[in-house]
Structure formats: C-alpha cells, structure tokens
C-alpha cells in the first residue's frame, strides 16, 4: 500500500492482474476528497485489465504521479520480470519506465523504483539487469535514474 505525502490518496494493489508493456491492476482511492472511491489504475492505454501481478506503488510528493511494478505475461503464457510502470493521476495516462535500451520491457530482471523527483520527470530505480543501460555487465545490483520528458 502506499500513501500520497499529503495524504489525500491511498494506493492499494492487490494480487491480480497485470501487464503486457502498461496493463497492470491496481487502485487508487482519494483518502481525504470531497468525493470519496476507488479509481483502478492500472488499466493498459486500451482500457484493458492485465493478466498476472501488480504491487509496490509509490506516490510523488504531491500525489499525482503513482509507480507500481507489475509482471508482465506475454503470449506465450510465460511470467516475465517485474516492470515499472508509471501513472500520471490527473491525465489517466500510463507509461513504461523500466524501458529496455532496446525498448520495450526489461526481459532479464525485476526492476524496482527507490525514489521519484518531483513531478516525476526522474525516477530512481534498481535492478540486476543488464538491459536499462549498454554495456551493464557487472551481474550484480545496479542503481539508475531514469529521466523521463
């Protein structure tokens, strides 16, 4: 569960769905808004529910940004490694962060988020893999920071 700075959302992700690229399931719900629910966030650009796991969100300061990882299961029913994916709460949009230098999702590793900047144009991550940055080939933990536009 996580819990935005000022405390007016509260995150909750529970064991459902999840993603291929930016489908994942999760909720957001307003903790202190004049209109109090739940808002499912992790929904793909189409609208469409995932089809494995979603869990760790993590608010920006000022609440509108939310990360999540979520695992991803492609067509070939395999599980594949946690990705992180970002939601922007006041535009509804969602957006890979764990971008593979390839692009598309990191396939290697889980990838984890540690911190998001403010208005989430940096997001500080960790992972073993070897595939967010070239020529990764220590094999062991590494931090990053994804910057985004």
């Known amino acids: 569960m996580g819990r935005s700075m000022r405390g007016a959302y509260v995150a909750v992700i529970a064991g459902a769905m999840s993603v291929t690229t930016a489908t994942m399931s999760a909720a957001v719900t307003p903790a202190a808004a004049p209109k109090p629910g739940t808002e499912r966030i992790t929904l793909s650009a189409t609208g469409e529910h995932g089809n494995d796991g979603s869990f760790g ?3 920006s ?19 594949g490694p946690a990705n992180v994916h970002l939601r922007d ?20 590793n889980d990838v984890t988020v540690s911190s998001i900047g403010p ?15 070239p020529d990764d080939t220590n094999g062991t933990s590494d931090g990053f920071v994804r910057r985004l536009p």
Do not use: H, N
Request: no cysteine.
């Open 61 to 79: 300061a000022d609440g509108r940004y939310l990360t999540y990882k979520a695992d991803p299961r492609p067509a070939d029913g395999r599980l």
């Open 119 to 133: 208005g989430a144009r940096r997001i500080g991550l960790s992972s073993y893999s070897a595939q967010l940055v």
């Open 57 to 59: 969100p993590e608010f």
């Open 89 to 108: 709460l006041r535009t509804g949009s969602t957006r890979l962060v764990s971008e593979s230098v390839t692009g598309g999702p990191v396939t290697d």
